[in-house]
Every structure is written in C-alpha cells, then in structure tokens.
C-alpha cells in the first residue's frame, strides 16, 4: 500500500501531467521513438526526500517500461550534488514527463525539508518531547500529499479536514453562548471516537476550558509568559489534565524558547501554506545503457 | 466568461472541497442552521489581489445564497488592514468554506504579489520594455490559477504546457544531431502557428540558431557580459532577428543590471515553484446584517 | 447546506438516474411534452422519514420546473396512509424520476425507522443515557447516506471511515505485540486529536487496557454478566475510566437488559446491513393543478 | 470478461473504498509493512454465494501482490461454517481492505440467498416453469449487482432500466386515453425489438390489452381466483396469447398456491429491495504462509 | 427533459468544450469583457435541423446570460440562406464557443439530412409503410446523439447498444449450434421484455427460424427476388409470423424496388457511418442589440 | 507512448463501450464461457489504415487476455480484401467488443484515407511543398483522433484548438478596430510563442496585414487569380514576408491548379467535419487457434 491512498495519487498525477500534455508535446517529435537514454536524477542543496510515489507514478501512467532505481528513500537526508534515482528508458517518455515529475518532487520535498529545520531546532533546543504540527493552511488539492511531506520532514498530522477533528474556535463559542456550552453540545452530538479541543486566548478562557473537561487546548497568540502560567494552571487543575498546543507567531527563532515550556505540540500553517521548491536536476546519459542503477561519479 | 476556462475553477473548488470536508464538517454542528453572518475578508499586508473566482466558487458550490461583495478587483494592490470582501449568509457555510477559500486567496495572491516585486523592480531600473515570464515550474494541477496570477501581478506566460510551444533544450538538441537539425524537424512537423525557440549556453550556438532561423533564443545561465555579446551579435545578424529570452539565475538584486540589457523576455521558475502566501483574515459580524456592503471602521 | 457532504447526494442521484434511465425510458413517449401532474406522496406504514434531500436531487437533476411541496420533514414519524409531499409538474418528468426517488426514500426510512425501534426500546427500557451506535457494515457506496439515516432514527455514529477513529482489534494487537504496545503505538504514531478504542473479549484484557489508558473499551461479544463485571472493573480503576461500547448479540429483546448496565454505548451492525424498504406510493391526479400544496382526502 | 460490465464493478469498488478509506487508515500503522498473513473467509450461516468479483477487485485496487484462492463459486450453496476463500499477502491491505470487501459479499449474497428461498418454494410446488422475476425497487447505484445477485439464486430478470423494457402502467393508459391507444403509439414509437408490457388490474382491462396485441399483461394485485380468470380468458383469446406476470403480494406463503395457476412469471420487490446480509467471518492465521490454498481443519 | 438524457448532452458538451479551449482562447483577449453582440445563424443549404440543445448547452456552459431564440425547432426542414437562431450576450462568449456549438449542430443535422432523403425516397415510392432503422455503426461516443438525428429526419431506432435487442447473428448460431438451439438458449436466459431477431442468410434458415419462433428475421444480403420469396414464406407459416428487416447493399437508388416488397424495416449503417455536414454560416451584427428576436433581411 | 496522449483514448474508448454494452451484452450469453476463436480483420476496400491504438484498447479494457497480430501499421495503405491483423482470444469477449472497434477503425481510417487522397492529387500536380492543413470542423469529442488521422493520411495539423494559436478573424478586427489594432493587441497580450495570423479577404487587408508584421496570411474565399496577386504582393513587401495559407472552396478538383500558386497551407474543413467510413469485416475461425498470427488464403 502507498504512503498515503492510492487512487489520490493517481489523480494527481493524472491532472498534472493533463495540464502539461494536453493535446499532446509538440517538442517531442525531435526524439526518434525507439531513442532510449540513461537520466540521473540529482539533488542540487541539502533535503528531506518527499515525493517517490508520484515521482513513479507519472512515468508509469505515461510508460510502463521506464525503469526507475531509487538510490534513496522518502524522509532521507539528501546532500548537494548527490545522486538519488536512475531513470531508464524511452528518451522521449522521460523528456515528457521530467517537468511534472520534478514539480512533484521539489515541492514535496520543499515541505520535508522547511519541516525538518522546524523540528531539528526544536530538538536542539529541549529534551521535551514536544510534537510540531501542520494545519489546514495548505495548497488547494495538495493536502494529503503535503501532510505526508510533513511526516517525512519528522513533523505531525494535526487534523486531516473538518471531518476528523473537533476544534471549536471563536466563533462556535460565540454561537453556543460560552465554552460550557459549545464543549457540552460538541460531546453530545459528535462521534465519541474524536477528543475535543478548544481555541483559547486568555487564561479564564482556560479556566473554563479545563472546567468543562476538553480533551486538548489550542493556545492561539499567547506570549512566551503566558504560556507558562497557562501550563501551571492546567497541572494545577485537579480532575483533568488537558493537551496542551500553541499557534500564533511560531518562528524558528522562537522555537528555542516554546522548547523549553511544558507544552504538547506547537502548530504552525508556514511549513505548509508557503513553499520553498527544492532544487533538482535530471541529467541524461544518452546511448548508454550500461550504467543503469549505479550513480555516474561527480567530482 | 472566467478568467481562465471556468470547468478548471470548479474542478479544483470541488476537490479542494472534498478534501476539506469529506464525510462532513464535525465541528459544525455547534452553530444553530438559521444563524445568519456578516463577515469582512481583511488583507493583513501589502499584496496584489488573486483569486476571487476561486473564493466566490466555494461558497456558490456549498450554499448558493450566500452573498459576496467585493470591494476591489484582482490584479489591484491591497494595503495591510484593507477590507476587500463582505460575505454574508448562514454561519455554518461561511465558517465550513473559510479555510478552502483563504487557501485558495492566499495562494493566488501570493504569487500574484511577488510577480508585481519583480516586475516593478524591472520597470523601475530602465524603460525598456523587457517582459518578465513565468515558466513550467508550477504546483501540480495548479498550473493554470498560477499563471493568472503571474499575470494578474504584471508578468507574462511563456508556454501553458508542452502543447503549445516548442522549446528545443540540450536533449533534443543531442537526439537531432544539431541545432540546425532540430530547427529544421521542427519546423516541419509542427504546427505553422507555433514559433521555435532553442534554449542555448554558448554564442555558438546562438550562431547556428540565428542562421537557422530559430525565432526565439532562450540564453540559459550566461552573464551579463555574455548577455550583451549575444544582443549584439543577434542585431548584426542580417537576414533574421530572433526574440531574446533569459534565464538562470534571476534574482530581484540581479533585476536593475538585466534591465540595462536590449533583451526581450526574463524568465523565472521562482515565482510559480515557490509560494509566499499572503495574510488574510475573516472577521466576523455577528447577527448583524445592517452593515452588509459596507466595510467596518478600522482605527 | 445539506445534512451531508451535497457533493455525496448529487453523485449518488446522477449515478442512480443513469444507472435507471440509461439511453432513455422508452415509455415516456406515450405521456405528451406539456402534460402536467400533480401527486401525492403516501406512507402505507409508520415509519420514520429519511431521504427528502435525495428524493429532491432526482427532480432538480431531471426538470428544474418540477415542485416539490413537503409537509413533514426527515426525523419524524410517519404514519399510515399519511400524505408527506406533494409534487407538481410536468407529467414526463415525475413518472420518469419516480422509481429512483422512490427507492432512495424507501431504502433511507427503513434504516432510520429500525433504528428509532432500537432507540425506543433501549430509552423505554432505563433512564441511562446509552447511546445506540451504528458500524461500518453498511451497503457500500451507501455508508454516508445510511449514517445520516441512523441519525434521523434517533441513533449516533460511530466511526465513519477507517480514517476518522482508532480502533485496535484482535489482529492490530497481535502484530504489536500486547495490548500495551499497541496503545502506545497508536498514541505516538496517530493525530492527536484522536481517541484510542480497544476491542477486548476478556477482563484481563480490559485491565490491561485500562493500564494502556485507552479511552475506549470495546467490549464484545460478552454476556451480560460479564459486562457487569467489566463495568465494575473500570470504575474501580482509580487513575482513568474509560468509556464502555458493548457489540455482539445486540437483539431488540436483548436491549431492555443492557439498558440496565452501566455502560455508554451499544453499536449493532443490523441497522445498517440489514434493509427493511419502508412501503411509499406516489397517487397522480391527472391534469388538476389546483390543489397543489395541500393533500387529498383520506377516508 | 465479468458477470456484470467491469467498468460497474470497478466504479462501486473503488467508490466503496474511498468512503471507507478517506484519508487513510489510522489503524494501520500499528501493523509493520512488511507483516504478511494468511486469512480464511469462512461463512457463518446457510446461504447462496454472490460477490466474488467485488471481493477480489477490493484487493486488486490496494495491492496486486495479495492472493485469492477461492474454494466455491458465484451460485454455489454455503453451509455454516464452511471455508469459501483463502487469503495472502500483506496484513495492513487484508485488515484495511476486509470491511469492505465484507460488505459487498455479505450484501449481495444475502439477495442471491432469499431469491434462491422464493425459487426453491416455486419448484417445490408445481412443475411448471414459473420465473421468478426481480423488479426496479433496488438499492440506488447498486442495481446491476442486485439483478445479478438475484441470477445467481436462480431468478431471473425484469427490465434494468426504464431503457430496455416497454411497462404501461396506469398513468401512461390515463394520458394516452386508453390502453389499446397506449399499445397503438408504444408499437408505433418504440423500438422494435422491445416487447410491449402493460399493467392491467381488472378483467376488462385484460380483454381490451389482449386486443390489442400487448405482448406481456402484468397482473398487479389480483388473488388467486381472479389470476385463474386471467389465465382461461388469455386461453381462449384466439388470434394472440400473451405471457402473464403476477406482482403485488407475493409472499414466501403464497408461492405454493400461485405455483399452480398456469402464469409465466411472478416479480416480487422484497428480494432487492430489503437487505438481510449474510454473515461471514474472516480468520486470520498470522505468520504462517504454508496453508495457503487450503482451508483449516474446523471441528 | 431533453430529447435523450441530459446529462449525455452535458457530458458531450463539456468534452468538447474542454477539447476546444483546453488552457484557454488566445485569441479572445481581442475582444473588450463588456463588449455585446447579435448573431445570426444561418442555414447554408437545404437541410434537417438537429442538436438545437446541443447548442444551447455550449453557450450555458460558458456563460448563462447569452440569448439564443431559435426560429424553427428539431427536425423541421431549413432553406438556404434560412435564419433559424439568433443570438445575444457578450461577443466573446459567442466567438469562442461558435466552432464548438456549430460542429454539434452541422454534425447532427447532416444526419437528420441524409435520414430524411431515404426516408422520402421510400415514402415517396410506396404506401407501404417500412420503416427505415439505423444501426449500432456509429461514430464512437456520439451513439445517443446520432440516433436523435436518425429520429429528427424521419426515421426509427434499432437498438441502442448490445444491452436492449437480442440479434442472433452467424456466430452465436456456430456457437450455439443451430438456429434452433440459440433461439432457445436466448428465450431462455434473456429478459422476457425483449424480443428475439436473428439474422439469415438463406430461405432454409428462413423456415427454420420462423419454426423456433423467432420475433424478427434480419435478412442480410439478399437479393430483390429472395426478398421476395422470404416474405411469402413468412406469410405462408401458419402458427406464428415473424417481423421482416432486410439490411446489406441499401442504397437510395434501390429503395423505390425495395418499398414494393412486404418488409417491414429497412436498416442502413449508412446514414450514422457516414457524416455529410450541413453547412451553417453565424453573422454579427456589432454592437446592435435593437434586432434581438428578429432575423436579418437577407435578399 | 502513444501516438496521442494515451488517457485521451482510454476515455474515448471507456465511452465508447458504455455507450455499447451499457448494462450488458444479452446476446453474449449464447457463447460458452470457455469457447475461444480466432478471427480475421480483413479491409473491403483501398484505404490508409488509421485507428490501431483505440482498436487494441477495446479488447484490453474488456479482457487483457485476448491477443492482437497487426501485419500493418497506421499510416498504410490497405488493398481490398487484405488481412490486417489476427485477433484470437474468448469468443465472447471478441463478439462483444467487435462493433466497436470497428466504429473506431472505420471512422479514423476513413479520415486518413480521403486526406491522402487530397495530398496525393496536391503531390500529384507539383513539385511545391504545399502542405494539406486540417481545420477546427471536427466530430465534437473526436478532435484529437481525427487530427492524428490526418497526420497518418500525409496532412498536417491547424491549430488543435484555441489555446495553441492565434487567429484573427473578421470580428476581432471589428472589435479592436483595424488589423493593425488588432495585430498589435495579440502582440503584446498573447504568449510570445505563438505566430500571429491573420483572416483576410481582399488585398488592402493584405497590405494592412503585412503591414502590421502579421506571421502568417489565412488567404479565404480568394479565386486563383487573385491568390496569385496576393503571392506576388507577400513576395514585393520588403521587411516581411508572411506565411500564406489558403482557405474557402477547396475541392479536390481545384487543388491541381492551387498546387501551381506559390503559397504554403491549404486547409480545408472537408477532411474532418464529413466522414465516408472505410469498409472492414471481421472474420471468424472457430475453434482453432492453429493458424493464428498468420492469415488465411484470399482466393
């Protein structure tokens, strides 16, 4: 089974390599049919792999005779100038699809990467085991593709979509009269198999919060100091021990700090919502069978 | 008609829409059915605006009556605090629609704004009329919201995919035998509507692609010294003046030299392959439809 | 917006119109274009109603013009010979769309009407607050629609998919090696916002569960007994009770005793792997439209 | 080539694991990757086996690499406790993949099992070659597997649309003015190669659809000694004998009376329209590979 | 409802669409947004109309607000140089959907056109009354639309596909054994709704098809005089009668010796393998919207 | 890969057998399960083969197991009675999808074949390099099939829609005024690798035309004579010279006097809005599969 549900994959990279095909790529008539070429794929900086499974299926829709030899794995480290996959076959398949198949690979691995930095800081920082989340700030469309990406990046899944968790936020409150009540309506009518966690932005709001017993407490736009009386309140709080996760203003150059607070997960939309391609580069070996699966040397 | 063909615009609400929402929004339930909203879509830094059918179709598609009133068109430049959409109707639908249509927003918008960087610095460095491209370097089945945006912050689209544009790279070049081969095949199996353009490293080659006739010339990582010579010997060459695009690395500090240069395009993959989203946030009215169409005091 | 995903109702009608109306009904052509109808929608039983949005999406996707005036809504009871909605327009179009409609409400009604059989049965039987639970033994394609007709009978969900609850069965603690494990497991490895439900068959399991603080117990197939044991057994347990879901042998003549135990949930499979088609019938009276909105006479 | 047209197959599957699947199974992870098992689908009660292909594209569409080994085929009868299938491959596809490969062969071989009831009680009591017909009160979207299902248990099928047969029911007399014009436009506007059907409740009507050539009469909601009337009359109809089919009240109880009159089909919705799934088990053996093909010794 | 299945329409309509504009119209950006236009739709030749909702559909799918009202209606007979649609909205909509909605309507009337030529013929050259009949020689995808065109120019339907007519050709005959055997096995296994036709080749097949009682005889490849004695040995046979279909070699040159014999279809692949488009012409009147509704005077 | 993007025909194909098969083949059922042939593809008439991809992807999608010997390839030229390809696999499978590929072969072949015969008699009547040219009047749907069946009959492709090329007619030069205007607008809106062309009827557009640096000159509606004034005007006009390509009453019988005006493209709608369907037969061996791959003596 893949990563993540096959048949989404498939899907995008159907719609993918649409967009760029179309009615078909007029520059490929230049490459005789029967050419077939050796392509290495590198690395151009320092990166978290993400991205094998669309990377294949793209040459699998459009060729299943391209031959494709991983070097490395999805959530490996990978360093400049090194060599990751060999890619053999038609010339004119591989010409066809390189462009969507490293569109794949370099915004997944963008994610991985940008998440490993986050999560390689916090652990420098603290031995606490605090757990970096995504949120639902993300590409249209791409969603589980980049939450898989954050998992590669040693990140965690917060919610997939409204439909799997239940995160009452202002505006529930305000709709449902207080906390008390937004809290006491969502464990009547939900599924019992989903925790319950509650937006808060002053510690009465925890207060209340803890009084009714949810499950998990989003701390949004508290400062450093706040967040520590915040914590002192939930230990003190005798029947009930709630999560604790922070959002609002997460930076790597914090993350030193929040590290070092007795908190549960820190979320952050930045690792998602903004992209920062890694750089790629397929290199052909034309005519020239015979490397297949092993790296050319690069000095 | 939209902007761009409108089956695109639903096709990727209607997934985006899935995917946020899937067996259905569990937090929802807290806000009674008939609880109506008024809420102000508020841009929290300077940008230029993209993606408003993309944010009308979510909520069209979840809830045909709810109201939207824009109060500024894409492609306009937003200030930080601006208010530049009203929505109004139930609160369930404008709360399950949030997030996928500030996905969406942020996104565009993104893109659209460090278009507009770009091409401000070009204008402002010199009066050549240099257009600056966007490239095949996109995220995956958002190809075509990208390319609006890039033109929605001033920029220009090269090829929409491999369907209507010949670009003749290394490869091909090496499968024809020569430039002037590739030039030749080309121009005889492919459509009479399309131009040739042949990416090239060396002044040599630009030789032989002039005298091929190419007509448009990608200068591929040269510098700007070399970037001169190449006008130069494009302008002597008699018989035929090919277009002159550029590219590798094109950075915004590098900008203001290239404008010195007689070139016709720029092109760059960073402004499509990497994502900077833009800050939106959605304010909330309750129960209070009077001010429907009017944005809020902000002091 | 509808009471599920509208994106699931659309494409469960237009799959159900094709897959009944094919290349065309060819008997249609013996009712003239212009013909119009009004007819009456008839229970011939108690029953609940489920279904309205389905039995309306038929209508909408064959003729925009037909009306469709109902006087009950979904969730309440029905009784025989009662008149639930009346229907008017072109003659053609209702008895075209008439057997699909038909077959989603009576499908619909019948789960949510043995599903209020249960809720009365288990409600009449104590004062405990037990809530009846349906499964993931649903008719496929169907699961969303069927849950929506547990709900209207009075039931509540449980998980809708593998992807929106955690539950750890005989095989899952086999392959982690202990109850322990793979509670653990499940804990580092799943979104926290998430609980963790254990399917356990001995009270040895369930004290090691309770050890594992999982947060809920699934007890199945116990006696009745036993499960008063087990009940026992969790509230002894000083650090964290878990909440208690009974499975296995759920008959209605078997309610009244569990309604006597302690426990929090029941979740059965009949409900929704079983159909009982609650009987409907749709009476036309022929070129007549003065009484729209208003039902017959029944003597 | 399949039973039904493969595409259907393959649209329901992959629907059904959609629904069931989602985002993904959060379960799974407890199970390492490269665990496999052998499973043994076993049948808990006496019944008629329908669903194979559904079952077996269930594990086709996650995971190639998992065997099916099956011990009886589509028709055949089970017995408790019987061994009817033998599964290899990965733990993870076989536990993610068993719901919903469960649901459709306990789905629709619960209707193979009551068609097979109601056509053992026809040959039971008569020797006359009445068919047991199905009709389009089905499940919505599932009805090629139904009608199917209903083969298997020895029935035979009605139309499966309004597409593919000619019913005049009382509406369609009404507008067209009379029966005999009904027949006289269905004959003259419809294709020729469809017989024409019509629904007659009265004796008279019977006389005046003999007249008119109608090639099938369905006798809706007459007892036994009108039936017999029906018979004798279409008897002694000299220029033309019509097939007769009897609906409306068809009971398990009745069939043994009605098998006696000399009709040639009788059509009942209760087989499709009401559900009562057959239950079976699937039994894993974990780690041990070498009893695959065979099933286990059960005492 | 439509004329066939709406959603047939739509599906067609939004390929062709997508066919056509793909990324988008190039040229369009030519034409002001708010600019508006009147068209005419002009018929160039002596012709059958056929696929006005075709036609609509295009323009609804690109923009609701334009007008279409159309003079004359489906299977009425066009003049050269006949206005018969006049159009209204914004310039370019109507330019960018003319090619797109003009193929549907000059493809579909060229069928309608043709069918009705032999559909004359054979009127003309005889009272019998034959009726012509197309076949499942098709254009692919495009069956459903074709066989409406066959209806708009006079003639009838055979089946639509392999799933509503039995016809017992050559090869199931081989299978099946004999003429004898295959009516049998068909009467059988097939629905009761449908007949039986088979196709023959020879006046011994003829007796011993009409001695199985086959509904309908397809006489293939016969000459006049066989045709001839085929009818009277079907007249002759006492107990049963079958219907007549004689195909192979129908030209419309035959048709007036074929429209003397008793038969009673003739069917042709002719006319639906075959295309001869109707020519049409869409002139502008810019920037003019006082003629709306009202055709041009043409001299 | 395919000669046109490969999902472009599984579509086309998928269709093409619902459409056909729909709920089933009824006729199907007369031929054993197990009963295996192999059949003779034979062409009943001179033609240029076209169709082979769309052909092999029926019987794949039906039933991987069914083998296909093609002893010609696309682009051919077929004699009466020739054996093109040898299929062989379950009888039921090759009978069910018969008719359908063959609806493809016919239709594309006979595309191929009437385009050869327009540039053979062009090839015929001189030796300049005038190239056959399509246009947008296609089969709505069919497009890309009917562009590749061009190709293979020696003609080469318009532009495949309107996203891969700019043409500038008649109303987009009433909207922006002139051709000078308008030429200027797509200049500096459109992407700079499309050609501009321009529709023009008298030569005071060409001067403007030329002008204006239009690329290419779509020459409609001109006689001779005047086409050779427009040659000659192209030739004298000194900084520029256009592309011309001829359009408007293009009948095989002109084409030998165009062949001897110095222009580049004829285009003509012909070739793909009508079709004259080429006559192919499928023969069948029954029940011995000896001499497959080779085919049977034509005497």
């Known amino acids: 089974m893949s990563p993540i549900p096959h048949n989404i994959i498939q899907s995008q990279v159907s719609q993918a390599l649409e967009e760029d095909i179309g009615s078909g790529d007029v520059t490929a008539s230049l490459i005789p049919h029967n050419n077939q070429s050796t392509a290495h794929l590198i690395c151009r900086e320092e990166a978290i792999l993400c991205g094998q499974d669309w990377f294949n299926e793209v040459f699998k829709q459009l060729d299943k005779s391209v031959k494709l030899n991983w070097h490395v794995q999805d959530g490996e480290r990978l360093s400049n100038e090194q060599c990751i996959c ?14 969507t198949a490293m569109n794949f690979l370099q915004t997944l691995s963008g994610t991985a990467s940008i998440t490993q930095t986050y999560v390689a800081q916090l652990k420098q920082s603290s031995e606490n085991q605090i757990k970096l989340l995504d949120t639902r700030k993300t590409i249209p469309g791409f969603r589980e ?11 965690y ?6 439909f799997d968790g239940i995160l009452i936020k202002e505006n529930h409150i305000m709709a449902a009269g207080s906390i008390t009540n937004a809290v006491k309506s ?21 207060q209340e919060a803890l ?4 499950d998990i407490l ?3 736009n508290m ?4 967040l520590q009386q915040a914590v002192e309140l939930n230990q003190q709080f005798k029947q009930h021990q709630a999560k604790l996760e922070v959002s ?19 979320s952050t939309g930045a690792i998602t919502k903004n992209i920062n391609a890694t750089d790629f580069s397929l290199r052909f070996e034309h005519f020239n069978l015979e490397n297949l699966n092993s790296c050319p040397q690069i000095n």
């Open 248 to 266: 609002g203003d997460i930076t790597i150059a914090r993350l030193s700090k929040l590290a070092l607070i007795n908190i549960d997960y820190i």
């Open 218 to 220: 989003l701390l949004d």
């Open 211 to 214: 009084t009714a017993r949810a």
């Open 86 to 99: 060999t890619i053999s076959g038609h010339s004119q398949t591989i010409l066809t699809g390189e462009r």
């Open 223 to 226: 400062d450093n100091e706040m």
């Open 145 to 155: 593709a980049q939450k898989y990406a954050v998992r590669c990046g040693g990140g």
């Open 157 to 162: 899944n917060h919610r997939h979509g409204l």
């Open 186 to 206: 969502a464990r009547m009518n939900s599924s019992h198999t989903l925790k319950i966690e509650v937006e808060i932005e002053t510690l009465d709001e925890l």
